[in-house]
């Protein structure tokens, strides 16, 4: 069994702060600061260009993918960092209509988080042709997986409400219908088991500073399934990339494996915090991390509903259905998060009315969340928004 | 006049060695330590989420930006760090194309870092229909520029040899052909004065852990002309390029000018080491720095020709010619490059036969170049290199 006090206690978390907010930014690793002063002075200082092979930096984009891996049900091997996710989003969508060459369509939601479906638009602009982006609302996905249907890109939890799509029911629906499935987990690493693999996803993409803690800006990640690992080829072929980055060759040739979806030269400091922040899965599993996470998320939504009529749950009610996190809609979300925030609960609001908090068990637990839900209970009543004469008001708003 | 005493007080340098290989990675900045440990505990650690505010995280990427675009020659607001040097490349090229649709070259030159090169022939295969990346040897690229380009993609400094193009001279044949000119000054940012104005260039790109000493995977830059900045497309449309990220709109729209070249989350712990590394520039010019470059790398060539006749020179001998670096070449380039690393004297060694130093007068004076070529030709002399049984048999390796 988990000790999540002893996994709290790798964290620092400001004195006063209810943090609901780790899966926007995960809060400091302890560890990280002294970590990525290692790398400074001892590294980059000490050893200076030879660091790229004394300390090991040329290596660290495929060891910290692999420690990721074993987070989200990914063979070894398959998973490397790098860049941020929408430059991933965008090898994994171009690698994967390139496989799927008698088809134009890339399938999405209107409920993946937008930079996705940015990327997925630029990318269809420029390849011209007949290519398009197509977009339905999350619950009807399924039905949309057609026989036009070149690649699905579908990010698992949806970054407002926090609704899960069912990966494995609608990976198989693609394949059936003769599409790739490429996940974006940018909600699902480190917060809810991921079983890549099982699933038999083709791509899949997300990033290290939500539930994996590695601070604002850390690098990015990309599985490709192994059956595809040698045949697809990565629109953002950079040198390290290559099968042999120092042959400085004029020709590109794709590195073996999961390596081509390298591009340039990996960020060193923001690995080395995401390599220490990884530390606390040793204390843990994400089953664990799991259960825990549904305890609170029904802990949260009891307390608010029983205290906060004026709040409308607007996550999946069944746990099963959503991830690590819990969002209600409100007119004046934007006011009452900004109050929250004052109190030191600090949650998110995502346009145009939901308040999301994110629920964390590795550094949150009851007390937490009993005294965020207090907090938001003082915050609606003092503020009169439970009164009918605010109600009329804002149902007009 | 700069102390560069001074200016070599702020770096850490290890006992005992002469570091020339500021080209490939700076040094570590004094301050970089120190402002990262900062950003990690007092912005990250503290503040968590509000420091995207409350610490201007989010305008980082513009802020030093422009720090940045006060060394290559480019006006206010036209430059943007991010991602690394081969995304900015895709960007840049990918929207010079498009820019000029009639055409469908892309010209570069066989001296340009692979990377460059495979990411373009990535693009070339992306867009398919009659694209075509044409390489030609350096000294043919003017010639080679014709009504058939549609964009020249050049590095301004050559990575092995240190050969320095025109590109007052390149651009203004390219912009009289009809095409665009993209430069990429991965060698020549912090090394030479660059006047991206002046030249005309339409579009740069380059990176911060060679010459700004950003550290190991800092972020690139890329410059786009005031003229071009509200209509460039970026190809790699990421939402924080959205004209309102946080509107979380389903559709995308490009930001205001070159922020619109922004991608994704920005790495804020590089981006506070390369803020901290760019104080340096308030001791000195790049012009000054320049100057000291040139007599640094005029005496080393005089003292290693002396003493190293089996060296061939593989740098331009007029120092107008070439960047920061020096290069010679020697069959056994790579053994004597171990050798003298062994001997604190880091250089580095690029295939086939090419031993390459880089002279950073920020850190880097007359006694180190002396006693580079000293510690240099004592080796050539202990490993009898110079006799004539080794000629013989490096000839025939």
């Excluded at 420029?126 to 579908?154: F, K, Q, S």
């Excluded at 390298?262 to 400091?269: D, H, N, Q, S, W």
Aim: with cysteine.
């Amino acid at each position: 069994m988990t000790d999540f006090t002893a996994t709290k206690a790798m964290f620092h978390l400001p004195e006063g702060v209810i943090y609901l907010d780790g899966n926007s930014l995960g809060p400091l690793p302890r560890a990280a600061a002294a970590r990525v002063a290692r790398t400074i002075t001892q590294e980059w200082g000490d050893m200076l260009i030879t660091a790229w092979n004394r300390a090991h930096w040329m290596e660290m984009p495929a060891r910290v993918g692999d420690r990721v891996a074993r987070l989200i049900g990914a063979e070894p091997g398959t998973v490397v960092m790098g860049d941020t996710l929408s430059i991933k989003v965008y090898q994994a969508i171009a690698s994967a209509l390139e496989m799927n060459p008698a088809r134009r369509v890339i399938l999405s939601d209107t409920g993946n988080f937008p930079s996705d479906l940015y990327i997925a638009d630029g990318l269809v602009r420029t390849l011209g042709d007949g290519y398009e982006l197509r977009t339905v609302a999350p619950e009807e996905v399924e039905n949309a997986i057609d026989e036009t249907v070149a690649v699905t890109m579908l990010t698992e939890v949806d970054y407002r409400t926090g609704r899960k799509h069912d990966m494995k029911r609608l990976t198989e629906k693609a394949h059936a219908m003769g599409a790739l499935a490429v996940w974006d987990l940018a909600h699902s690493a480190g917060a809810i088991p991921v079983r890549l693999a099982e699933a038999g996803a083709d791509f899949a993409v997300g990033c290290s500073y939500k539930y994996l803690n590695s601070g604002p800006g850390g690098p990015a990640f990309i599985y490709v399934a192994p059956r595809h690992a040698e045949t697809a080829r990565p629109a953002l072929s950079g040198w390290l990339g290559h099968e042999a980055p120092f042959a400085f060759d004029l020709d590109y040739r794709p590195g073996r494996g999961i390596e081509r979806m390298r591009v340039g030269t990996p960020p060193i400091l923001q690995l080395a915090a995401l390599d220490a922040a990884m530390d606390v899965w040793d204390m843990t599993t994400i089953e664990e991390v799991r259960a825990r996470s549904i305890e609170l998320t029904q802990l949260f939504i009891a307390r608010v509903e029983a205290s906060c009529p004026a709040l409308t749950l607007a996550s999946p009610r069944d746990p099963e259905l959503r991830g690590s996190q819990v969002s209600f809609r409100h007119p004046e979300g934007y006011a009452i998060m900004q109050a929250l925030i004052a109190r030191g609960v600090i949650g998110d609001f995502r346009a145009p009315d939901i308040l999301r908090f994110g629920f964390t068990p590795l550094y949150i637990g009851p007390d937490e969340v009993e005294g965020a839900a207090r907090i938001l209970a003082e915050i609606m009543d003092k503020a009169l928004w439970d009164r009918p004469e605010f109600k009329a008001r804002a149902r007009v708003t």
